[in-house]
């Protein structure tokens, strides 16, 4: 491996004598000079690794210099050294993305660790993390054997996520791949528990806050004269939401997170209406059956979600509170939206849909090139990120932040990335969705399928008197025998929802405070 080579801007070079030939016997290459004229010719005319650059220097200070060398090359890793501590020069250094921050008198071993740090930074996080994840794989693994209640699968996905986020990162795919197997078993497991205890949680206080619930249970109760905004992104998965969060709470503070459970089937007729509601499926067809289309019924599905809340609102809060609902599906209307928030904050409760995601995700089966861009869970990720830095959304949370409102951020339900066809048959009448189906004389693998006869036994409304109900388990997907094929290889690597799976069911409810 060649010597990495670091240019020393100095004017009191000569007393640094000992620390270079400290640097030279620990194997860097150093090349010298005393001001930042001379150090601009060498930059331009010379590769180094890094820069040690002294802020304090006659003629062309620090700051100019450094200012210079960004412009010839934006990449070149700096470090910055200093006799001031004044906070002003320390925070312009920052903002001209430095890559360390040293103050004078420095020792060598302060240098060579600031180097190791710049240079090997990317090294030596993967090695930390992958010797982690080795020490941890067994615990994970004994972990999983214990598992006994809904509360310590949510502790055990997001452990998963933390580490899948780590493992992304470093690009070891060895790792990748065990990882990915631990989460395949995990979800094998997650499915064996969903099919043993999820009738059970209507029927008793034992069970997980649900679809239903969260508004009541979470968002209600911070309902004040303060102005708050709740934002449902569609289709948002746990890992997604770990991905923009910090660009969030560059502008928020994180008050509470309170991962909750989505209801079965994990789609938006279904959870979405609930989590509007306040009740479940059944329950909104047999009170408000205006409210509710079947499956099979044509017409939008989710038209009537304002009205939902409203009821919702007025049976547990007083009728005098003023709130607004915003479906946000272009970004025309999310600029709009972003625009006029002022105006909102009248209200007490501000609701906003945003339905790109759920999109993103559908386009994945729709578009060769989604296909390509999100090819996998961290490609997923990525453009999800990418997409909410670029949006309306990350502007209406930015806005709203200096306006001084409260935000909850949660979702309906994830998605999971399907990669196992599985058979089904079913009438004509039988629902279109690949995670689930709902219909007459449904025929299926239920070693594949978690299957319901009796749909009111989990508070969904039937079709007909013999109508039941399938949930694909795991990352299997429904396809129908004719052409079977064709679909099971169109479908295949796609993006579905509705079924079970951790990535499906365990979602986020956030609450944030403006800084």
Same mark, same amino acid.
């Given at each position: 491996m060649s010597k990495a080579k670091i240019l020393w801007v100095d004017d009191q070079i000569d007393l640094l004598k000992s620390h270079i030939i400290f640097l030279n016997e620990k194997g860097y290459q150093i090349d010298s000079c005393t001001n930042g004229s001379d150090a601009l010719d060498k930059i331009s005319n010379n590769r180094f690794d890094v820069i040690?650059?002294?802020?304090?220097?006659?003629?062309?200070?620090?700051?100019?210099?450094?200012?210079?060398?960004?412009?010839?090359?934006?990449? %070149?890793?700096?470090?910055?050294?200093?006799?001031?501590?004044?906070?002003?020069?320390?925070?312009?250094?920052?903002?001209?993305?430095?890559?360390?921050?040293? %103050?004078?008198?420095?020792?060598?071993?302060?240098?060579?660790?600031?180097?190791?740090?710049?240079?090997q930074n990317k090294k030596l996080i993967k090695d930390s993390n992958i010797s982690e994840y080795q020490q941890e794989f067994r615990n994970l693994s004994?972990?999983?054997?214990? %598992?006994?209640? @809904?509360?310590?699968?949510?502790? @055990?996905?997001?452990?998963?996520?933390?580490w899948e986020l780590k493992l992304s990162d470093i690009d070891d795919d060895t790792m990748m791949e065990i990882l990915n197997n631990q989460k395949i078993e995990a979800n094998s497991l997650f499915s064996k528990f969903i099919e043993k205890n999820y009738q059970s949680w209507f029927k008793n206080d034992n069970h997980p806050c649900l679809s239903h619930e969260i508004l009541k249970k979470h968002l209600f109760p911070e309902i004040s004269d303060d102005p708050l905004i709740l934002i449902v992104i569609d289709n948002l998965r746990y890992d997604q939401w770990k991905i923009i969060e910090p660009s969030i709470l560059s502008f928020y503070n994180k008050v509470k997170e309170v991962p909750y459970y989505s209801i079965l089937p994990t789609s938006t007729q279904y959870a979405r209406n609930s989590l509007f509601a306040g009740v479940m499926p059944m329950h909104i067809k047999e009170k408000f059956p205006q409210f509710w289309k079947d499956d099979h019924e044509e017409g939008g599905k989710n038209l009537f979600e304002s009205k939902l809340l409203n009821i919702n609102l007025n049976n547990l809060k007083s009728n005098n509170l003023k709130n607004e609902f915003f479906k946000i599906t272009n970004f025309k209307n999310g600029v709009k939206l972003s625009n006029n928030?002022?105006?909102?904050?009248?209200?007490?409760?501000?609701?906003?849909?945003?339905?790109?995601?759920?999109?993103?995700?559908?386009?994945?089966?729709?578009?060769?090139?989604?296909?390509?861009?999100?090819?996998?869970d961290k490609a997923y990720r990525s453009l999800t990120n990418s997409w909410f830095l670029n949006s309306p959304l990350f502007e209406i949370i930015k806005n709203a932040s200096s306006l001084g409102f409260k935000l909850v951020i949660t979702t309906d339900h994830g998605t999971i990335n399907v990669k196992n066809p599985t058979k089904i048959i079913g009438d004509r009448n039988t629902s279109q969705n690949l995670r689930y189906k709902t219909g007459r004389s449904l025929t299926t693998n239920e070693k594949d399928n978690l299957v319901f006869k009796n749909p009111h036994d989990i508070l969904l409304p039937k079709t007909s008197?013999?109508?039941?109900?399938?949930?694909?388990?795991?990352?299997?997907?429904?396809?129908?025998?004719?052409?079977?094929?064709? @679909?099971?290889?169109? @479908?295949?690597?796609t993006y579905q929802h509705g079924g079970v799976s951790m990535e499906e069911m365990i979602i986020p409810f956030v609450i944030i405070d403006p800084k």
């Amino acid at each position: 491996m060649s010597k990495a080579k670091i240019l020393w801007v100095d004017d009191q070079i000569d007393l640094l004598k000992s620390h270079i030939i400290f640097l030279n016997e620990k194997g860097y290459q150093i090349d010298s000079c005393t001001n930042g004229s001379d150090a601009l010719d060498k930059i331009s005319n010379n590769r180094f690794d890094v820069i040690l650059l002294d802020e304090n220097m006659p003629g062309i200070s620090g700051i100019e210099t450094l200012i210079k060398i960004k412009k010839i090359d934006r990449n %070149i890793k700096v470090i910055m050294i200093t006799k001031s501590e004044e906070e002003n020069i320390m925070e312009e250094a920052i903002g001209k993305e430095i890559s360390d921050y040293l %103050i004078k008198p420095v020792n060598p071993n302060q240098i060579l660790l600031s180097l190791k740090k710049t240079l090997q930074n990317k090294k030596l996080i993967k090695d930390s993390n992958i010797s982690e994840y080795q020490q941890e794989f067994r615990n994970l693994s004994l972990k999983m054997m214990d %598992i006994s209640s @809904f509360d310590e699968l949510i502790e @055990f996905y997001l452990e998963i996520i933390d580490w899948e986020l780590k493992l992304s990162d470093i690009d070891d795919d060895t790792m990748m791949e065990i990882l990915n197997n631990q989460k395949i078993e995990a979800n094998s497991l997650f499915s064996k528990f969903i099919e043993k205890n999820y009738q059970s949680w209507f029927k008793n206080d034992n069970h997980p806050c649900l679809s239903h619930e969260i508004l009541k249970k979470h968002l209600f109760p911070e309902i004040s004269d303060d102005p708050l905004i709740l934002i449902v992104i569609d289709n948002l998965r746990y890992d997604q939401w770990k991905i923009i969060e910090p660009s969030i709470l560059s502008f928020y503070n994180k008050v509470k997170e309170v991962p909750y459970y989505s209801i079965l089937p994990t789609s938006t007729q279904y959870a979405r209406n609930s989590l509007f509601a306040g009740v479940m499926p059944m329950h909104i067809k047999e009170k408000f059956p205006q409210f509710w289309k079947d499956d099979h019924e044509e017409g939008g599905k989710n038209l009537f979600e304002s009205k939902l809340l409203n009821i919702n609102l007025n049976n547990l809060k007083s009728n005098n509170l003023k709130n607004e609902f915003f479906k946000i599906t272009n970004f025309k209307n999310g600029v709009k939206l972003s625009n006029n928030l002022k105006q909102l904050l009248q209200n007490n409760l501000t609701t906003i849909v945003y339905n790109f995601v759920d999109m993103l995700s559908h386009s994945k089966t729709e578009m060769e090139m989604i296909k390509e861009l999100a090819s996998n869970d961290k490609a997923y990720r990525s453009l999800t990120n990418s997409w909410f830095l670029n949006s309306p959304l990350f502007e209406i949370i930015k806005n709203a932040s200096s306006l001084g409102f409260k935000l909850v951020i949660t979702t309906d339900h994830g998605t999971i990335n399907v990669k196992n066809p599985t058979k089904i048959i079913g009438d004509r009448n039988t629902s279109q969705n690949l995670r689930y189906k709902t219909g007459r004389s449904l025929t299926t693998n239920e070693k594949d399928n978690l299957v319901f006869k009796n749909p009111h036994d989990i508070l969904l409304p039937k079709t007909s008197i013999n109508s039941s109900f399938v949930f694909a388990k795991d990352d299997f997907y429904l396809v129908y025998p004719n052409n079977y094929n064709h @679909f099971s290889n169109y @479908f295949k690597n796609t993006y579905q929802h509705g079924g079970v799976s951790m990535e499906e069911m365990i979602i986020p409810f956030v609450i944030i405070d403006p800084k």
